[in-house]
């Protein structure tokens, strides 16, 4: 099994679930559920790669407070090697509240600790220990962001693969520098609003292209409609899983566990796409990103199933 390093954010999720709508200045709103999880796309896809049976350590920043207890308590619950992460009394962890609705869900982060990894803390030993390098949030770690690049050349010449997860820029700039960093990229994984955002392109099919010239991998994570990649000159895509889907948070990065666990394992590419799709789907049906992911064999059940 290929070693994975998870270098990236920790914060707790707040999920709101069933709210009535989202919230208005001055007014109040009820929800049909609440629960705290382990949050963050790093973690929640940490933990969806721990959970398939990939060795996974990670590290990043945390506060030396509860819920930074509460987050390295889930991250050792799931058998993630920790050994490097320690509590900073000057930081807060971070937190998100996710208020979701039957049609959508808003989002509410508080940082602390989110934006505060750099490139440096990523030592020559943490590379020389993993054969793989996963980034996550790219636009939320403000410390990494500037010498990201600098990380994955390192991660490429010290032998390892490496993955990168934009996430949603908050500030909507979505600057080009991602597409240089994207040179030391081997699996690109945005979802299709971020892949538009970032080519300023009108359709996945042309935003693929636009990022097809390098040696990147781009899949494109597309909710309901399952997930795409051009290959080979083509577009190959694979549909969404139909579960009783309670809760959608997280689910893209239960995509990246799956998509990434098969891609370690050389697996051809649509059973990749597959694994992907699979994880994020039954991601969905517990409340939070990390209640409802999956093991191997309910995985591999659910691809018994589907055509």
Request: hydrophobic share 40%; glycine share 10%; net charge negative.
């Amino acid at each position: 099994m290929k070693r994975v390093l998870v270098a990236g954010e920790i914060n707790v999720d707040l999920v709101f679930k069933g709210c009535r709508s989202v919230p208005e200045a001055g007014r109040e709103v009820l929800a049909d559920d609440f629960v705290m999880t382990p949050g963050s796309s790093s973690m929640i896809c940490a933990m969806g790669l721990a959970r398939l049976g990939s060795p996974v350590a990670f590290h990043g920043r945390l506060g030396a407070d509860s819920w930074g207890d509460y987050c390295l308590g889930a991250l050792r619950g799931a058998g993630i090697e920790t050994t490097t992460l320690q509590s900073d009394a000057t930081l807060r962890t971070g937190i998100t509240a996710s208020l979701s609705t039957s049609q959508d869900r808003a989002l509410v982060t508080f940082p602390g600790a989110i934006g505060e990894l750099r490139e440096a803390d990523i030592t020559d030993a943490m590379l020389a220990a993993a054969d793989h390098l996963h980034v996550s949030s790219y636009y939320l770690q403000r410390a990494l962001r500037p010498r990201c690049r600098e990380l994955f050349a390192r991660a490429r010449a010290a032998g390892l693969s490496t993955s990168l997860d934009p996430g949603f820029d908050p500030e909507n700039l979505w600057g080009l520098d991602i597409v240089e960093v994207l040179r030391e990229v081997d699996v690109f994984l945005p979802n299709e609003d971020e892949l538009l955002a970032i080519t300023g392109s009108r359709d996945v099919a042309s935003a693929l292209r636009m990022l097809g010239k390098d040696h990147t991998l781009t899949v494109v994570k597309r909710g309901r409609h399952g997930c795409a990649v051009r290959h080979e000159g083509r577009m190959l895509e694979v549909p969404a899983f139909a579960v009783d889907a309670v809760d959608s948070t997280g689910a893209g990065d239960s995509f990246d566990a799956g998509f990434l666990h098969a891609w370690l394992g050389q697996q051809p590419l649509q059973e990749c796409l597959r694994w992907g799709s699979a994880c994020g789907s039954l991601s969905t049906r517990a409340v939070g990103g990390t209640s409802g992911q999956p093991g191997v064999a309910e995985l591999q059940a659910l691809l018994a199933e589907a055509p």
